[in-house]
């Protein structure tokens, strides 16, 4: 295969997974030999915008009509969509408080000056396109960034972690604390990638990556209520970031809750 | 086998001697109360007092990451270059951690012997230290809250002085560096030893009945325990990175950019993962939390029996303090064996 022609684009959001793609700094040269990138309209002006693509890399949440529109324009054009960030993956912190009526919310953080554009309510990308891939991270890691790279050049998928956040932190030996200092840790249900880097800077977990496969959220609800945690501050907590995830649904946390 | 006597007076003198035979890593604190096995360099840096370290010594053989061979499409493949003959010594090691690695030993011996393991083990030398046990130590129902071999020293502590047991010419030679520092055994050195073992013995809090088990875990199968036990584990496979045995670990290849070179790599794996028993087609054969969650228990109380003659569980406790739900081995076992007792 020839150099595979790929696309970098963000949707509503702080482009901070963008970021990190030129962030690499000691291997850009490398990744804009191996790819063809044709747009990457924070980078670069005058990109290719209509071109078929292999292989189209989008951070950020639908948040306004323009960005479904740009997300099914780019899923049209490209071989592979990948998600990249946990606003694009889980939806983010814009999804935050998707409970509250979006009129109510815009007038809140925006007063009048909310009156002249649209919102939808955020949903991560997965809602509106089929993901052929998703890389999360509040931002992404540059290593899982460079992976994925990496595999895609060999025409495969890369390897992505599908344990919690714990299990990184205990291969590093760092002290639990949740265990030994009762702190409100999020670590036992958020996938790993960061290789526990809060717990490494002897802070808690506060699941910036979204939800690990099949995360026991229930029995995470339980242990912190048991620890005295009240019901407010563990919901406001866990629906930080990938409020969307069907793990963090209403029922599940009431469940845990009530147990 | 040769015994001496050390006079606690001399152990800093001793420390500072055993440093000429390799980096010297004896368990520190890190953070406010947890304990890891690190370099140090004098006895001030030692907690001599401890019970139990975040990780057993299994992280210094069989790492958490490893590389097993860098590759490359023309010259095929080379192995890494491993820092030339260094050598360690690690002081501290309770009896636990010490038959802890003779199962390791075991495993990666076997029939296709585990190099990277092994060309590791062969330089460090190993110092043991006896223990008090905790609330959550049951090494003495496992069998493993005394060794005879597997150590190059092992220091058991009578009052004024330490028991040392030599256990190999190396330690013999630790022993002969340093022979102004030791003295002979004395009737009541051997007085206070016993005193000291039977108190030892005494204090043990936890245990687990291991008598038959394998035959109850194979009644119990179908038991509702492992639902209640999968209900609550988090899957977050904890108790695995910091078991003393558990040695699974997962291949993979991470590839370079230039499409041409690349690293095999090993990572511990647990089989409390979803992965792990994920096989071709999407069938997992352990798809169920409760599945996975009694998979490691028949793994450790049963399978290892089958192929061992022994349970693989060395009774260090980790499991339970370090498992954010609270799981607890003792209890686990005891509540399937009071199912058939009705
Ligand atoms: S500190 Fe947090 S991430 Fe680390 S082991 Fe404890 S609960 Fe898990
Ligand atoms: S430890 Fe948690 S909050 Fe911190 S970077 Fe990792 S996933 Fe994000
Ligand atoms: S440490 Fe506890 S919660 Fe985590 S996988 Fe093990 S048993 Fe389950
Ligand atoms: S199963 Fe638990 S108690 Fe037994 S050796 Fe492993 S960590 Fe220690």
Redesign the pocket.
Known sequence: MGKPKVGVYGLTGCAGDQLVILNCEEELLDIAGALDIKSFPMAMSGGDENCPLDIVFVDGTVVQPKDEEMLKNLRERAKLLIAIGTCAVWGGVAAMSNETPREELKNKVYGPAGQVFDTVVPQPLSSFVKVDLAISGCPIEKEQLLQAVASLLHGDLPRLPNYSVCTECKMSEYPCLLVEKGQLCLGPITVAGCKARCPSYGRPCIGCRGPVEEANVSSEVRLLREKGFTWVDIQNRLRTFAAPADCFEDKILKEGANA | MRIVILPKENLAEFIGHLRSFGELHAPTKRGEKSLVFAPVSDLSEIELNYTRTILPLKKYFFKATDVMFNFCAEKGYELPVEEADKKYVIFGVHP?EIH?LKILDLVFGGKYVDTYYFARRSKVAIIGLDCIPDDLC?CRS?GTDFVDTGFDLFLSDIGDSYLVRVGTSLGDDMVRAADSLFRQVKKEDREAYKRNSVQRRDSFQAEIQLQDLPGIMDLEYESHVWEEVGEKCLSCGI?SM?????YCYSVFDELSLDGNTGQRKRIWDSCLFKDYALVAGGHNFRAQRSSRVKN?YFH?QRGFVSQYGRP?????????AYCPAGID?VEVISKLRSEIRV
Do not use: Q
């Not at chain 2, 910091?242 to 558990?246: H, I, K, Q, R, W």
């Not at chain 2, 693989?312 to 339970?320: L, M, N, T």
């Open positions: 636990c802890g049951f496992t108790c910091v078991c003393p045995t558990c490691r450790k693989s569980c060395v009774g260090c406790g980790r499991c339970k081995i």
